[in-house]
């Protein structure tokens, strides 16, 4: 191991809204609403724009949680593989990271009563954030708990608004299928992955604008959901999204 240089300049740690920016990745999250919306449109009924938003702050939430877990529980393996990451950078410590991850999914599953149907989907969907984060590295089923994880929230958005219907679980298991596909690329793309795996990721809200098409006859809706598309490639730029 290489020593390190004294006199090399020690880098200013970062500030505790950028670490938490990039802990969340939060310039992924226009493809959580999007899958939000398309969940919603899966119910066949009318948009209603203070559930979708309300809906969409509440996944958002379990978003983010999971992602503070992510970095908490690869911590030990970021120290080697990604030290530039807030925990093993110091910015952070990682029990605070814990902390916050948790308490983003307890909010977040608040949010969703008195629905019942959301609140229990929203249970498996924070035990399968819980599982994929702790579990994930190694195990051949990981993949499939990720894409799981996103397609809970079209079931959440279709609950939420109306009752779970065929279209919504067809959408999930197509969303289900997309981004488990995307996970097994992620941990096979090697020195591509740092174009592809953002690429495919935005891609998300090109499937969600696809199966709006299909199910609803708003363009509107299908259009302001790829738009998703380059939004979230235009926050990558600013907090990367991997």
């Known amino acids: 191991m290489p020593i390190p240089d004294p006199r090399s300049p020690i880098p200013d740690p970062r500030s505790r809204l950028r670490s938490y920016l990039l802990l969340s990745r939060v310039s992924n999250l226009p493809t959580v609403w999007t899958n939000v919306l398309a969940g919603m449109c899966a119910a066949a009924v009318p948009l209603d724009l203070g559930a979708y938003v309300h809906v ?15 970095d908490a529980f690869d911590a030990p393996a970021d120290r080697l593989a990604r030290p530039e990451r807030p925990i093993p950078a110091g910015d952070v410590p990682r029990r ?16 969703l009563a008195p629905r019942m149907t959301a609140m229990l ?11 994929y984060d702790y579990r994930h590295k190694g195990s051949r089923v990981a993949p499939l708990v990720m894409g799981a994880c996103r397609g809970l929230v079209y079931g959440i958005g279709a609950a ?12 999930a298991v197509a969303m289900l299928a997309y981004v ?6 992620a941990k096979r793309a090697g020195a591509h992955a740092r174009w592809l795996v953002p690429l495919l990721i935005a891609g998300i809200s090109l499937a969600d604008a696809l199966f ?25 730029r600013w907090v990367p999204g991997d």
């Open 160 to 171: 939420t608004v109306g009752v779970l219907t065929p279209t919504a679980l067809a959408g």
């Open 96 to 111: 605070e990271v814990f902390a916050v991850g948790g308490a983003l999914l307890v909010v977040g599953e608040l949010l």
């Open 121 to 131: 989907l929203g249970l498996a969907l924070g035990a399968a954030i819980v599982a």
């Open 180 to 185: 488990a596909a995307l996970t097994v690329v």
């Open 56 to 70: 969409a702050l509440a996944v958002s939430l379990f978003y983010t949680g999971g992602m503070f877990l992510n």
């Open 212 to 236: 709006i098409a299909i199910v609803s006859s708003s363009a509107a809706l299908a259009l302001a959901a790829a738009s998703g598309f380059a939004l979230t490639l235009i926050l990558q």
